[in-house]
Every structure is written in structure tokens, then in C-alpha cells.
């Protein structure tokens, strides 16, 4: 099996793509990462790239007149890599319908919620505000929705009393950096598939749901 390119688009910190990093150097995993970009200049995630000797690009937003245009330059510099599989890593941007389509089926997020539940932001507050006794993360395929498409992998946590937004935070983080390099490794090593809008994992249809990871 030759080895999957993949092409991480980040904005921040970059954690999820150091868990990726640090999965995959652990070696015999069908894949590798071409390229880190950036629509930040200071994003660290930048430095965390550089420190593992994968190339490193800034594409930056304002400079471009719209959505459109942005993306499209976006989506050229992406393919100059030609990658199999693009990971949305902490990348706070919408992308537009066209953009998504591209990579229908190579294109994954993670997101801090437990999805349908709490697209977009605040989620940690919003399910502590909702009284919820459980919380986490996602890895799905991305679709035209925000935060929408079919699921991959979730991961819980459980809401003790105690919590803030900042403990919550801290918990279903961890939890992303394990069920994203797992995402990624199963697709690397070809065992995931969407198939009519749904998910296959080693040729079984998930629930909607999608794995749900348990440590
Ligand atoms: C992560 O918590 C990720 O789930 C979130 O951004 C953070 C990036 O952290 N993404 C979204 O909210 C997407 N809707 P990182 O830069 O340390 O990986």
C-alpha cells in the first residue's frame, strides 16, 4: 500500500496536527503529511510543522476580495500537493459549497461536541448551560453544512458538577488528540469508505453516530 499524502490546514495551536505528527511517526502507517497550511501567519501550529520537517505554507485570507476567491487559491494550493486526504485541524474558516464538493469524501473535521449536537462555537459552555451529563468531540466527513456531514468517530466525557468551560475544554481536548490520529490512520490504511452518505468501517455501515471511541 503506498503511502496516503495528506494536506492539514490549521488557524491556531495545532495540537490536533501534533497528535497526528507524533501518531504517524510512530511508523507503519500508510501515510504521511505533505503539507501544513496556514491562514494565519502566527499560527504555532506553523512551528510544530517546521519542527517536524513538513513544508509549510500561509495563505492568508485577507488578502483575498471574498470568500470565493480565497478559496479557490486555497483549493489550488492544496492540489499543487495532491494529497488523498485533507485534514481540517482547528482551520476557523467556512468553506465554500464548491470548495467542499472538491474534496467530497477526502475532507475531515473535528469539532468539540458530541455532533448534531452544538455546531459552531462555545460548545463547551453551551452543554454545561444545557444541563448536559455528557460532552466530547467528533471527527467527521465535511459536507456544505457548518460542522455538518457524516460521522467518523466520537469520543465522551462525562460532565461532573464541578466543571467550567475551561475543564470541559481541557478533557474532550485530549480526547480529540486520540480519536483524530485514529481517524486518519483508518483511512490511510483504507478501511474507511462513505458510501451513499454513510460511513463504512472495514465494509460495516457505522451508526450515525459513528464509533464511539471509549478509552
Ligand atoms: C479544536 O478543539 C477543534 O475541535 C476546534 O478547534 C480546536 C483547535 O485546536 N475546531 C472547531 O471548533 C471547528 N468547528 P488545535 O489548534 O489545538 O488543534
Not at 517546521?50 to 492540489?79: K, M
Request: hydrophobic share 40%; net charge negative.
Amino acid at each position: 500500500m503506498s503511502d496516503k499524502r495528506i494536506v492539514v490546514l490549521i488557524s491556531g495551536s495545532g495540537s490536533n496536527l501534533q497528535a497526528i505528527i507524533d501518531h504517524l511517526a510512530q511508523g507503519n502507517i500508510p501515510g504521511r503529511i505533505s503539507a501544513v497550511i496556514s491562514n494565519k501567519a502566527d499560527a504555532y501550529g506553523l512551528t510544530r510543522a517546521t519542527n517536524a520537517g513538513i513544508e509549510t505554507r500561509v495563505l492568508s485570507h485577507r488578502e483575498f476580495a471574498d470568500r470565493e476567491h480565497f478559496d479557490t487559491a486555497l483549493q489550488e494550493l492544496i492540489d499543487s500537493f495532491e494529497p488523498d486526504l485533507v485534514v481540517l485541524a482547528g482551520f476557523m474558516r467556512i468553506l465554500t459549497p464548491e470548495f467542499v464538493r472538491h474534496y467530497a469524501g477526502r475532507l475531515f473535521n473535528i469539532h468539540p461536541s458530541l455532533l448534531p449536537k452544538y455546531k459552531g462555537l462555545h460548545t463547551h459552555q453551551r452543554a454545561i448551560d444545557a444541563g448536559d451529563r455528557e460532552h466530547g468531540c467528533t471527527v467527521h466527513f465535511v459536507t456544505e453544512e457548518l460542522d455538518g456531514g457524516p460521522l467518523i468517530v466520537q469520543a465522551p466525557v462525562a460532565i461532573e458538577p464541578g466543571d467550567d468551560a475551561d475543564s470541559l475544554q481541557q478533557r474532550v481536548h485530549s480526547l480529540e488528540h486520540r480519536i483524530y490520529p485514529l481517524a486518519v490512520e483508518w483511512f490511510c490504511r483504507d478501511r474507511l469508505a462513505l458510501r451513499a452518505g454513510s460511513v463504512h468501517l472495514d465494509g460495516t455501515a457505522l451508526p450515525a453516530s459513528g464509533f464511539r471511541y471509549t478509552e
